[in-house]
């Protein structure tokens, strides 16, 4: 925890970039790497659906989350990705359970 949910890309790019988006991502959040998850997310177009990052995570400051979206742009923009949707699914601690229990 926290997960990020790619959507769209292919699993070949996303193995390039995913040690950079780990170590940016943990190190604006301030958390250790070895949580960050990565997960590729497979789906079939309906309608017009842009690529999209959806990150779940417990609640930070604006700042951070404005400094998480805005490097995971970058990132993706620099691979010639420059219009996805990027997203956050708040959680919160006390819905979030662990061996049957909430974290708080």
């Not at 070949?12 to 998850?37: D, S």
């Not at 309608?47 to 993706?76: C, G, K, W, Y």
Request: aromatic share 12%; no cysteine; charged share 20%.
């Amino acid at each position: 925890m926290p997960y990020l949910r790619f959507k769209g890309f292919t699993e070949v790019f996303l193995e390039e970039i995913t040690p950079q988006v780990v170590a940016e991502f943990a190190g604006i959040v301030q958390i250790p790497q070895e949580i960050v998850k990565i997960e590729l997310l497979p789906y079939q177009i309906i309608t017009n659906t842009p690529l999209s990052v959806e990150i779940l995570m417990f609640q930070r400051s604006q700042e951070i989350h404005d400094a998480v979206a805005a490097r995971i742009h970058d990132i993706l923009s620099e691979h010639g990705y420059r219009n996805v949707h990027i997203f956050f699914v708040i959680l919160q601690r006390n819905l979030y359970y662990k061996e049957g229990r909430p974290l708080e």
